[in-house]
């Protein structure tokens, strides 16, 4: 539906801002989380190469939400340095009128040789993935792919090259929690932003329950205790994290509580799947198909309306609903390593 200035919104009245793409569902990763190697093993079947967007059908695709309101695009995956010439794609999508900012979610494994060519591509900002300091803690979380050092490499370089830098931290109980005020400790120093992440149910296989999850009260308590907070206000509308800034300094933290104080009433996030595929919550079971009729002939505006018919018609809260109705955590949702964060 559109609201009386013209302007696309949900059927909750949600503005569309933010538009996340997947490039690739691959990963050099098998976080515990997200992509767990027993699953996401040897024999488990990728999408193949003809099946994921092109850069030109992504540009396209981009010109038509900006056209409906997007203003910010994040580029994901999967780990989306693996897709070849990703520069390039940045470039491009930066052109794009109407967008203003363009940012990478990655796991910072590879990023050290491309900050510099990414940055110069057009990308404004970085968040990195980063679970724990403890060497021993992270490549356990990692599936044995990485260790800290090569990450922090790529937080440098990223920083270096004039990047804007936050690093992400999951944080499960009884696996990583005792990192918490080491991390916190650590990126202060640095001056990164670090955001805490609740750990939340996304995908289906990465064995969630509620009471792994360490609450962002719990967070902010620890911190406080040794290292004194007080509330930031939001720098816009959907804003998705809790921020917080050590007293007495500029420096922040953010807190994403998806579980336990969820923020879908101003969600403003359209998720964009490798293969063409569109969804309206980071929780849904399924999405409506744009690559077909994109490589079908469709033109600019029956593609704009099937996007617009998607937009007005979403009713998604999940996060909101979880805890009230059991059985939504056991539906079956879509992996989060083919849509991304």
Aim: charge should be positive; proline fraction near 3%.
């Amino acid at each position: 539906m559109a609201d009386s200035n013209g302007e696309l919104r949900d059927a909750l009245g949600r503005p569309l801002r933010d538009l996340r793409i997947s490039v690739t569902d691959r990963c050099n990763f098998r976080c515990r989380y997200c992509m767990p190697a027993e699953v996401f093993g040897p024999e488990y079947a990728f999408l193949p190469r003809q099946e994921l967007l092109t850069f030109e059908e992504i540009t396209r695709l981009v010109k038509l939400f900006a056209a409906e309101g997007v203003k910010k695009v994040r580029i994901t995956g999967g780990e989306p340095l693996l897709r070849k010439d990703l520069p390039r794609l940045v470039q491009m999508v930066k052109g794009v009128s109407g967008i203003q900012d363009v940012a990478l979610t990655t796991n910072a494994s590879l990023l050290a040789g491309m900050a510099r060519s990414l940055r110069e591509a057009g990308l404004d900002r970085v968040n990195i993935s980063l679970d724990a300091l403890d060497d021993e803690i992270f490549t356990r979380m990692n599936g044995g792919f990485s260790d800290v050092r090569r990450v922090l490499k790529g937080i440098d370089a990223a920083a270096k090259a004039g990047l804007s830098v936050k690093v992400n931290m999951v944080v499960q109980k009884g696996v990583n929690d005792g990192e918490i005020l080491p991390m916190a400790r650590y990126f202060r120093r640095e001056g990164h932003i670090l955001r805490f992440i609740e750990f939340m149910d996304v995908g289906n296989s990465n064995g969630w329950d509620l009471s792994q999850v360490v609450s962002k009260g719990e967070i902010l308590r620890r911190i406080d205790e040794e290292m004194p907070l007080e509330p930031v206000e939001p720098g816009y509308y959907g804003e998705v994290a809790n921020r917080y800034r050590y007293r007495g300094s500029d420096r922040e933290i953010g807190v994403i509580a998806s579980v336990t104080d969820a923020f879908c009433s101003t969600c403003t996030r359209a998720r964009l799947s490798a293969d063409g595929r569109l969804y309206t919550c980071l929780f849904a079971s399924e999405g409506q198909d744009l690559r077909e009729p994109l490589r079908d002939g469709t033109d600019d505006q029956g593609l704009r309306d099937r996007i617009r018919s998607v937009w007005g018609s979403r009713r998604d809260r999940y996060s909101e609903e979880r805890l009230s109705a059991t059985s939504l955590s056991r539906r079956k949702k879509v992996e989060m390593s083919f849509i991304g964060g």
